[in-house]
RNA sequence: GCGGGUGUAGCUCAAUGGCAGAGCUCCAGCCUUCCAAGCUGGUGGUGAGGGUUCGAUUCCCUUCACCCGCUCCA
């Protein structure tokens, strides 16, 4: 399966359209066409159906601690500038970088370093990027620079100690890490990852706000807002779906990174000392969820980060991923992470930006000895009325993309099988074999043939169901080539009316992957198409 | 960000320094009683900007987008 055939397909059929298509395009940016609006909706509707609305808060779950309640929000997308501060998502997104002009390369102005050094009567500044083996780095780069060799590595005279590339307030005399000649590197410049905006109608610095990088920051910010309006007890789990943006700096592969996209997140609350069955819990239950939607085992997988990718305070991360076609055999891309974050991101909102490097998450402190970021301030603790125990909820976090998995499922429904055309000679058939319930029409009703009176009642079997479900009608042409152009879309069933149903008033519904017809009464049409969708 | 490739109709692909063509699709009509049938007719295109030229889709420059590799990123 190629993935060309997905992409023209998506774009044939009206899934997926290149935003701003007739001005040339925008980079990391895509629009839903008219079936890939009803695709994305009906993933999302499932999702929150399935967590949120349609939970069991009354029973133990297989494989959880305990009954639990789920809540819903919406929260802004531009928020107070000081929760992406403390979030730590400022200082991670909001990077000066420095470009060599000679190598092209680009680098992080605060992760080089370097070091005066003076040979054959010259002093330059020779850099390398902080790390390990930063002053053989060094070394080396001086060597070159100088023309000399190994053994005469003592013609070096290194003056002072390794320092930042952010401590010079001129690169005329500094040597790029991987640069030749002197002066090659550019002056440092603002790198924003999160798109900047301004509040107010007038944009100066003061009114500098961003669009979220993440939807995660606004249930924490208003985790104490829903325990009191609610009165739920923990555990509970906060559900948002919204879009969320992110100046990556290369979009590619299709909608799979993407500038502006639609998260589907839980920060789900609990005691510490049940958090890691939770973990486990939300674990196992997201990636059956993505397995009961259609997507096939081998096509994904959950990969436990090790403990050394893991920060410190996170007792695991579990990446959902799919095998998507653009990716070589064997690699796989991101649907969904599942995290435990302990308290970090509560207490971060509470006292200020904490250390994620430090043992005991200690608050980060700026050059001054005051805190980097200040907190709000807020108690974010939880008191168990029944227990009288006061503590800081531990929190799970399953994040999954909304357009990561509308793509996976569109890959994984696409299909290329054999069916015999009217001849009994075999013709290659594209089909979407999306589950019923993602199906962007759940059905499409024809009359067999344009005459006899077959139109009217088609039209209004039609009108009926269009009450009930997203439905389709087609009289042009072959009925044939109706029901192929349905399979493309991805339409389950095809309801076609034929010279039988002005005797006895049934007629044939015909499934899309074994392409079986069984009569059925019209007025059973309805009940029929629910049962399948919901199976 | 770097290097390479690509950009012609809705799709797949031709051609050319001098009228841009085919198949499929799509639309209309006829015909048609179950899986892209047939007949007739029709719509529709050189990614954008600039330059060279009498004339550019073709040559040159810039730009945008997509694909591959690297880099970066979660």
Request: aromatic share 10%.
């Amino acid at each position: 399966m190629n993935m060309d055939s997905i992409v023209s397909l998506c774009k044939r059929r009206g899934f997926l359209f290149q935003s701003s298509e007739i001005y040339g395009g925008l980079q990391g940016f895509w629009d839903y066409g008219p079936l890939g609006v009803e695709l994305k909706r009906n993933v999302k509707e499932a999702w929150w159906s399935d967590m949120v609305n349609g939970h069991d808060d009354m029973s133990t779950l297989s494989g959880a601690p305990s009954p639990y309640s789920m809540e819903g929000l919406d929260c802004t997308i531009i928020m107070h500038p000081q929760v992406w501060k403390c979030s730590g998502h400022y200082d991670l997104f909001h990077d000066h970088m420095v470009d060599c002009r000679e190598t092209k390369k680009r680098y992080r102005y605060d992760q080089i370093n370097g070091r005066w050094v003076e040979a054959k009567g010259r002093t330059i500044f020779v850099t390398a990027p902080a790390g390990e083996d930063e002053q053989e780095h060094l070394t080396k780069q001086a060597l070159k620079f100088f023309k000399l060799r190994n053994k005469h590595i003592d013609d070096l005279k290194w003056e002072g100690p390794v320092v930042c590339l952010t401590t010079l307030e001129n690169f005329d005399e500094v040597l790029g890490p991987d640069a030749k000649s002197l002066g090659s590197l550019t002056e440092p410049r603002e790198f924003n990852l999160m798109f900047k905006t301004f509040v107010g109608a007038l944009s100066g610095e003061e009114g500098a706000a961003f669009l979220r990088p993440e939807t995660a920051q606004g249930i924490f910010v208003n985790f104490k807002n829903v325990l009191d309006s609610t009165r739920h007890r923990l555990p509970l789990g906060i559900a948002q779906i919204g879009k969320s943006f992110r100046n990556e700096i290369t979009p590619r592969n299709f909608t799979f990174r993407s500038r502006e996209f639609e998260q589907m997140e839980i920060e789900f609350f609990c005691h510490p000392d049940q958090s890691q069955d939770w973990y486990r819990y939300w674990r196992d239950r997201r990636l059956k969820w993505y397995h009961d939607l259609g997507i096939s085992g081998d096509n994904l997988i959950m990969r436990e980060h090790h403990q050394n990718e893991l920060a410190h305070y996170s007792v695991g991360t579990a990446d959902i991923e799919y095998a998507f076609p653009f990716m070589s055999e064997g690699e796989y891309g991101e649907l969904e992470g599942v995290s435990h974050r302990g308290d970090f991101d509560l207490r971060s909102h509470m006292e200020g930006k904490l250390d994620e490097k430090s043992t005991d998450l200690a608050l980060q402190l700026g050059a001054d000895g005051k805190p980097k970021w200040k907190g709000s301030g807020k108690d974010l603790s939880y008191r168990d009325d029944l227990t009288n125990e006061k503590y800081v909820p531990h929190v799970i976090e399953p994040s999954a993309g909304a357009d990561r998995a509308a793509l996976a499922f569109l890959c994984e429904a696409y299909t290329e099988d054999e069916q015999p055309d009217e001849k009994g000679k075999m013709q290659t058939r594209t089909v979407m074999k999306l589950h019923p319930r993602l199906a962007p029409i759940k059905a499409a009703i024809f009359p067999l043939v344009k005459k006899d009176g077959m139109p009217e009642i088609a039209k209004e079997v039609y009108l009926d169901l269009k009450k009930h479900f997203k439905v389709f009608y087609d009289e042009k042409g072959a009925v044939g080539r109706r029901y192929r152009r349905q399979d493309e879309a991805g339409t389950p069933y095809c309801i076609t009316v034929d010279g039988q149903t002005l005797e006895d008033q049934t007629v044939t519904i015909r499934d899309r992957d074994s392409l079986e017809q069984t009569r059925i009464k019209i007025d059973e049409c309805e009940s029929v198409i629910r049962n399948r969708i919901r199976q």
